[in-house]
C-alpha cells in the first residue's frame, strides 16, 4: 500500500541540492549567526543581543537566482520538515515564510514587496511536523505597510524564489540553534481510498495514464501565463534551449517586442477585471495574426512576459516577416475592442530587435529590442523601431549608457576615489568625500550627475550605492586604528531612490555591524530635493540613521525651492553650498554672489556647519572665508585620491598643497 502511495505522491525535497540555489544563514538587525552543513542537515547558531528591536535569526533558502522569477508551488498541499531547536525561552517558536513574488503588488529590485506567506510553528526537542498549505497566512504588517488591495491579500505561493525559517521571539537574549533535518513540499494526485479501489492491471494502467498526464499538466502550469494562455518566461527559455544554440549550431532570431501603449490607465480607470479581459482579448488577437496562412512555415512563439509587455520570438534573421506581421497586428487592432459595455481601442509600441545566439542567453537580443520599443514609445506611440547601432536619439542613447552602467556593476569596473576637506583656518583635512569612478570609455565622458540621473531612471541606483557603502565601510574596517586616531569623517553620498527604499536602512545597518566600525565616522549627503518624493518617508529613513549614529549634511544647499523647509524639518548637522555659488565667485556674478552670504546667515541661525566645494582659485577661498564658511574643498588644496594614497597622505597630512593663505 505505502508503494502505491508513493507513486501518486508529488514531491519536492528543498534541500536536495538540484532544487535550490543556495542555503544560508539570514541575519536581520544585530542578531549575529553562523551556519553549519553537516551530513545534510543545516545548523544555524544565533546570538541574539535580547532587545525590543526587529532581531531575527534562522536559514533562508534562494530557490533562484531572480526574485522575478520563482518557482510555483501552488500544486502541493502539505510542508513536511523535520528539525531541533535549542533557545534560552520555553516553547520556542520558528517562523516559516514564502516569499512570493507578483506584478500586481511586487517590484523586481524591492525585496520587502513580496509577499510574506507565513506559518508559526512549536517547536519541540525533536518534531517531524505535516502542515497543510491551507494553513498559511499573510503577514498582516506587510499587507498594512504596503497597503495591499484585498484581492492581493490571500495566500499566494505561485511564484516563490527564497524560504525563511526564522527564530520567532528573540526578545530574550542569549544563544538560539535551529537544526534543519528536512523540508519536503508534498501534493496527491489521489487519495488512498481511491490506490485502495485499484485491483487489476488495467486500473494501474488507467491511473499511471492519469498521472503522466498530471505531470504534464504541471509542467504546463509552471510553463504557461495563467491569465493568458501563452508561454511565460521559463516556457520561453525552454523553447530556446530547445534550439539548442551554441558555436557549432548557431542559431538566427528575431524579436517582436510589444508594449500595449497607456494600459495602466486602463487599469486605473476601469480595474483589474477589465485590464485582464483586455490582455486576454489582445492574446487572442495576436494569435490570430500568427496563424494566418502565410505565416505557416515561420517558427515563433508568442509569449507574455509581465503585465503587459509581450514578445514574439521568430526562429529567422528575415526582417521583413517580422514587419510583415507588425503590419497585420497593427491592422488586426484598427477596430475597437468591446469589453463590458465599452469599446477600448489598443495602440502598441513596439521594437523589433535581430540577432545570432551561440548560447541559451539571448539578453543582448532582448536589451536591443527592448530599446527600440522604448524609442517607439518615446517618440510617439503605436508604432514600431527597428534596433540599428547607429541609431541617433537621446533616450536610446540614454538606454545604451544604462546597459554599460549595468555592465560595468557586472564586470566590477566602478572604484572610489577620495576627495578631503579642510579647515579654512588651519587647512587640516576635517573630512574627506567619497566619490565614484569607473574604468569603462563610454561612462568616462558622463558628469556624475549625468550618471547618476541614467542610473535613477533605469533602477540601477540602488545597486551602485550599496556597492559604495559596503566598500567604503570595508575599507574603514580594515584601517580602522588610523581611522579613530585622526577623527575624521567620511562623507558618502544617498540618493533620492535610497531613501524611499524600505530596506536601505536595514542594509546600512547590517554593513554597520559586519564591519564593526563606529557610525559617527560617517557622513551622508542628501540631495535638497529627495523629500519631494515621500516627505515622511525621507525624514523617517533620515532620524533612524541619526539614531543609529551616523552625521547627516544637506548637498548641493541651495539648488532647490525647498532648501529652506528641509533646514527645520530634517535633523542635519552640515549643509553644502551648491557648486554654481562657488563658480559665481570665479566668474564675479555678483547676484549669486550675494546668495552666498545669505546661506551663511541660515546656516548660523540654525547652528549647522557649512562646507563649500569646487574652490579652485584664491579669490574663491578668500571670500567663502571672509563670508565665514568654516571648510572648503576643491582642486586648489587638493585632488582626489585612492584609498591607499588616502591613508598615506593622512598619515602626514601631506594633502594641501602649498598655497600661501
Known amino acids: 500500500m505505502s508503494y502505491f502511495a508513493n507513486l501518486f505522491e508529488t514531491r519536492i525535497d528543498l534541500l536536495n541540492q538540484s532544487q535550490h540555489i543556495l542555503v544560508d544563514k539570514l541575519t536581520i538587525g544585530k542578531a549575529i549567526g553562523s551556519l553549519e552543513t553537516k551530513n545534510g542537515k543545516y545548523i544555524v547558531g544565533c546570538s541574539m543581543p535580547g532587545s525590543q528591536d526587529v532581531d531575527f535569526c534562522g536559514i533562508q533558502i534562494e530557490l533562484t537566482n531572480d526574485s522575478t522569477k520563482g518557482i510555483d508551488l501552488s500544486s502541493f498541499t502539505e510542508i513536511d520538515f523535520k528539525f531541533k531547536t535549542s533557545a534560552p525561552i520555553s516553547d520556542p517558536k520558528m517562523k516559516l515564510t514564502f516569499r512570493n513574488y507578483n506584478d500586481n503588488y511586487s517590484v523586481p529590485d524591492d525585496l520587502v514587496s513580496q509577499k510574506y506567506n507565513s506559518i508559526i510553528v512549536t517547536a519541540n526537542d525533536t518534531r517531524q511536523s505535516t502542515v497543510p498549505i491551507s ?23 505561485g511564484n516563490v524564489s527564497k524560504i525563511d525559517i526564522l527564530h520567532h521571539d528573540t526578545k530574550t537574549g542569549g544563544d538560539y540553534i535551529f537544526e534543519l533535518n528536512a523540508l519536503v513540499l508534498k501534493g496527491q494526485y489521489f487519495s488512498l481510498t481511491q490506490l485502495l479501489i485499484i485491483n487489476s492491471v488495467i486500473w494501474i494502467l488507467v491511473i499511471s495514464l492519469l498521472i503522466v498526464k498530471q505531470r504534464q499538466h504541471l509542467i504546463e502550469q509552471a ?24 558555436i557549432t549550431n548557431p542559431v538566427d532570431f528575431s524579436l517582436i517586442y510589444i508594449d500595449l501603449d497607456d494600459f495602466k490607465k486602463i487599469n486605473d480607470t476601469y ?3 477589465v485590464g485582464d479581459l483586455l490582455l486576454k482579448e489582445f492574446s487572442k488577437k495576436t494569435r490570430h495574426v500568427l496563424r494566418a496562412e502565410q505565416y505557416d512555415n515561420v517558427d515563433c512563439l508568442f509569449v507574455r512576459m509581465s503585465g503587459d509587455e509581450f514578445i514574439i520570438l521568430l526562429k529567422t534573421i528575415d526582417i521583413q516577416i517580422c514587419v510583415k506581421i507588425v503590419d497585420d497586428l497593427f491592422h488586426e487592432l484598427t477596430r475597437p475592442i468591446d469589453l463590458e459595455d465599452s469599446k477600448f481601442s489598443v495602440s502598441l509600441s513596439i521594437g523589433i530587435s535581430t540577432g545570432t545566439a551561440i548560447s541559451g542567453d539571448l539578453k543582448l537580443l532582448f536589451e536591443e ?10 517618440t510617439g506611440k503605436n508604432q514600431f523601431k527597428v534596433y540599428r547601432d547607429n541609431i541617433d536619439d537621446p533616450f536610446f542613447r540614454r538606454k545604451q549608457l544604462a546597459r554599460e552602467i549595468s555592465s560595468a556593476i557586472e564586470n566590477n569596473e566602478f572604484e572610489l576615489s577620495f576627495m578631503p576637506t579642510f579647515h579654512a583656518d588651519t587647512k587640516r583635512v576635517n573630512s574627506v568625500e567619497v566619490l565614484l569612478n569607473v574604468n569603462n570609455a563610454e561612462l568616462k565622458k558622463l558628469s556624475s550627475t549625468e550618471m547618476t540621473d541614467i542610473a535613477e531612471e533605469f533602477n540601477l541606483i540602488n545597486t551602485i550605492n550599496t556597492w559604495v557603502i559596503a566598500t567604503t565601510f570595508k575599507n574603514l574596517s580594515e584601517n580602522r586604528k588610523l581611522i579613530e ?6 562623507s558618502i553620498n544617498i540618493s533620492t531612490l535610497d531613501l524611499q527604499m524600505s530596506n536601505t536602512i536595514d542594509y546600512i545597518s547590517q554593513q554597520l555591524y559586519k564591519n564593526q566600525i563606529d557610525a559617527s565616522w560617517i557622513e551622508f549627503e542628501i540631495s535638497e530635493a529627495a523629500g519631494i518624493v515621500d516627505q515622511e518617508r525621507t525624514l523617517q529613513s533620515l532620524h533612524q540613521l541619526k ?5 547627516l549634511a544637506i548637498d548641493n544647499f541651495g539648488n532647490g525651492f525647498t532648501a529652506f523647509e528641509h533646514l527645520s524639518a530634517y535633523p ?4 553644502k553650498i551648491n557648486r554654481s555659488f562657488v563658480e559665481a565667485i570665479k566668474n564675479n556674478d555678483t547676484k549669486l554672489m550675494v546668495y552666498i552670504a545669505a546661506i551663511m546667515d541660515i546656516a548660523g541661525a540654525h547652528a549647522l556647519e557649512v562646507t563649500a566645494s569646487g574652490v579652485e582659485n584664491l579669490d574663491q ?15 586648489l588644496f587638493s585632488e582626489p585620491h585612492s584609498f591607499q594614497g588616502l591613508i598615506k597622505s593622512l598619515s602626514g597630512q601631506g594633502l594641501s598643497r602649498e598655497i600661501e593663505v
Not at 572 to 575: A, D, L, S, T, V
Not at 621 to 635: A, I, P
Request: include cysteine; hydrophobic fraction near 35%.
Open 547 to 551: 539614531s543609529m549614529g551616523f552625521k
Open 485 to 490: 586616531s585622526l577623527n575624521i569623517i567620511f
Open 621 to 635: 577661498f578668500y571670500y567663502l572665508k571672509d563670508k565665514g564658511c568654516r571648510y572648503v574643498q576643491g582642486h
Open 369 to 378: 529590442g527592448d530599446m527600440a520599443m522604448y524609442l517607439a514609445k518615446k
Open 271 to 273: 480595474g483589474h477585471k
Open 572 to 575: 542635519i548637522q552640515k549643509i
Open 135 to 157: 494553513y498559511l497566512h499573510v503577514e498582516t504588517w506587510w499587507i498594512n505597510e504596503r497597503k495591499i488591495a484585498i484581492s492581493d491579500s490571500q495566500v499566494d505561493v
Open 223 to 246: 510553463t504557461k501565463d495563467r491569465l493568458t494562455g501563452l508561454t511565460n518566461r521559463r516556457g520561453l527559455q525552454d523553447w530556446i534551449d530547445a534550439n539548442h544554440p551554441s
